[in-house]
């Protein structure tokens, strides 16, 4: 049995991505939602008309108030029944078998971690765009690294945090998340750390053909943890600490890295186009009667710039030229 553990707050896209690892998975799943300072969540019963001999059963970790990714992943491996952890965001996809695959590839002191897909929110459709390889520049940040596979199992740098699977046991011989470090940031580089270079060394590999679909753009709506309240500075500090005799030798071990590569040409800087709608709003009042008079002015208004101003800031610039009226109405109050 695997433990597919998901911290959430508010996201849409939960149940969908419950649905989409079990009906995907070869073996049984054991669910950990923490609802971690969120709405109360729906009914997570999974359709049973999906086929499929896999069974699954969830827990839900209720948390009053936001305590992070770090608290929340910790407090779910302590009472996890599977061998494995996997860790997953709750906006995502996986492909077909993709426990089987991950767990071919999995050491006993190691982590594996899939490519990562952008993908529709609304239809849980895969978009054009995969990313593969991460890597750890010198402040101890991931960065996604532009190269192909070589083969399907590899090992790899660094990771982000969205899709990993690590054993259970060695999970806990790292000791679990650093939670000094935050509620929420930086956990791909810190695990990558703690297995290459901590006390109970491992590996990290990618299993380059497991995908896991992620929506991304969704800090609006989906990722509302909170804002890493340690600054940077803090962070690296606190690893530089633990592994700054070492990073070198890792570093090179994994050379040339990208960023000790030539500089490369920047690109010409492209407009970006913001499109701007223009509503004017009165109210007239007669008598004891309120009336609202809406103005909507026409819509697409785009506007070339370069993407140091605001989009508030544009809108207030260019209203003034917006005079060409597409309806009015008149609202009562």
């Not at 940077?232 to 071990?253: Q, S, V």
Request: proline share 5%; charged share 30%; hydrophobic share 35%.
């Amino acid at each position: 049995m695997i433990t597919v553990i998901i911290p959430t707050v508010n996201d849409p896209y939960l149940k969908q991505t419950m649905v989409s690892v079990w009906e995907n998975s070869s073996h049984d799943i054991d669910f950990i939602i923490i609802n971690d300072g969120g709405k109360p969540l729906p009914d997570l019963h999974l359709d049973k008309s999906i086929t499929t001999p896999v069974q699954y059963e969830y827990e839900v970790i209720e948390h009053q108030k936001t305590l992070g990714r770090r608290v929340s992943i910790n407090k779910a491996a302590r009472i996890a029944k599977g061998s494995h952890l996997f860790i997953l965001d709750s906006h995502c996809s996986m492909t077909p078998d993709w426990d089987t695959k991950m767990l071919e590839s999995c050491p006993e002191k190691g982590i594996v971690v899939s490519c990562i897909q952008d993908m529709y929110g609304e239809t849980f459709k895969l978009r054009p765009g995969i990313y593969s390889h991460v890597y750890m520049n010198r402040d101890y940040e991931e960065k996604w690294w532009s190269r192909k596979p070589v083969k399907h199992t590899e090992e790899m740098m660094c990771f982000t945090g969205c899709s990993w699977l690590i054993p259970k046991e060695y999970f806990w011989e790292c000791g679990g998340y650093d939670e000094i470090l935050g509620g929420y940031g930086w956990d791909g580089p810190e695990w990558a750390c703690k297995v290459w270079m901590g006390d109970n060394p491992g590996k990290v590999f990618l299993r380059s053909d497991v995908i896991c679909g992620h929506v991304f753009g969704t800090n609006e709506n989906t990722k509302l943890f909170p804002i890493q309240k340690i600054p940077l500075e803090t962070y690296k500090k606190y690893m530089a600490d633990l592994y700054a005799d070492k990073l070198d030798g890792f570093r090179e071990y994994f050379s040339p890295l990208p960023d000790e590569h030539e500089p490369r040409k920047k690109k010409k800087q492209r407009d970006r186009i913001t499109t701007v709608k223009k509503v004017d709003v009165k109210e007239l009042k007669r008598g004891d009667v309120v009336y609202k008079i809406v103005k909507v002015h026409y819509k697409p208004y785009k506007v070339a710039h370069d993407g140091t101003r605001s989009d508030k800031e544009i809108e207030i610039l260019v209203n003034e030229f917006i005079k060409d009226v597409d309806h009015e109405e008149v609202i009562l109050g």
